[in-house]
Antibody, heavy 117, light 107 residues
Framework: EVQLVESGGGLVQPGGSLRLSCATS????????LTWVRQAPGKGLEWVAN????????NYVDSVKGRFTISRDNPKNSLYLEMNSLRVEDTAVYYC??????????WGQGTLVTVSS | DIQMTQSPSSLSASVGDRVTITCRAS??????LNWYQQKSGKAPKLLIY???SLQSGVPSRFSGSGSGTDFTLTISSLQPEDFATYYC?????????FGQGTKVEIK
């Protein structure tokens, strides 16, 4: 069974940092792209970043470029999102997902990040 | 970035109704269009990929069509478990943008 489980969310002050993790199981990690998607409270879905199977290519939405870094550790079956210079508008539930050419087909349950003073 | 525009933003329908949601891309995305269902407090679920292919395990009352810039999600006979928010997403270019969502509510 494919599973993705996020962790690392919490309350952080504006300008602070947080590192999210996503533990995966049930599929061969090093043959799949991985993705982060977020959803602000009461809002729609926003694609944040993705990373190629070997980590050699990373893509980001403009609003997080230079502040967020996506990475992966295939032997540990894990995906990460390092978030720096956090803003109030980064408050959201962050989901990790398996990326395919057509869509993100498996998702975690999400972890809530709240940026507030 | 490619902009995705869904319509309507919300709709009210009854069990058994045929429901259609449309999605328009700001440029051609060929068939790189996916549909998701999200229920309150849950992660999104992939329903349709490549514009018209049904994801494994998804009921056949869901169907998708379209290519280029205009796409449609149809639910042939709405069931109680289908009341949710639906999102389209393009996977032609990064960032993989989503539409703003269509909330399907009970009439």
């Amino acid at each position: 069974e494919v599973q993705l489980v996020e962790s690392g969310g919490g309350l952080v002050q504006p300008g602070g940092s947080l590192r999210l993790s996503c533990a995966t199981s049930g599929f061969i990690l090093n043959t799949n792209w991985l993705t982060w998607v977020r959803q602000a409270p009461g809002k729609g879905l926003e694609w944040v970043a993705n990373i190629k199977v070997d980590g050699s290519e990373k893509n980001y939405v403009d609003s997080v470029k230079g502040r967020f870094t996506i990475s992966r550790d295939n032997p540990k079956n894990s995906l990460y999102l390092e978030m720096n210079s956090l803003r109030v508008e980064d408050t959201a539930v962050y989901y990790c997902a398996r990326g395919r050419p057509f869509g993100e087909d498996y998702w975690g349950q999400g972890t809530l990040v709240t940026v507030s003073s | 970035d490619i902009q995705m525009t869904q319509s309507p933003s919300s709709l009210s329908a009854s069990v058994g109704d045929r429901v259609t949601i449309t999605c328009r891309a700001s440029q051609s995305i060929y068939n790189y269009l996916n549909w998701y269902q999200q229920k309150s407090g849950k992660a999104p679920k992939l329903l349709i990929y490549a514009a018209s292919s049904l994801q494994s395990g998804v009921p056949s009352r869901f169907s998708g069509s379209g290519s280029g810039t205009d796409f449609t999600l149809t639910i042939s006979s709405l069931q109680p478990e289908d009341f949710a928010t639906y999102y389209c997403q393009q996977s032609y270019r990064t960032p993989r943008t989503f539409g703003q969502g269509t909330k399907v509510e009970i009439k």
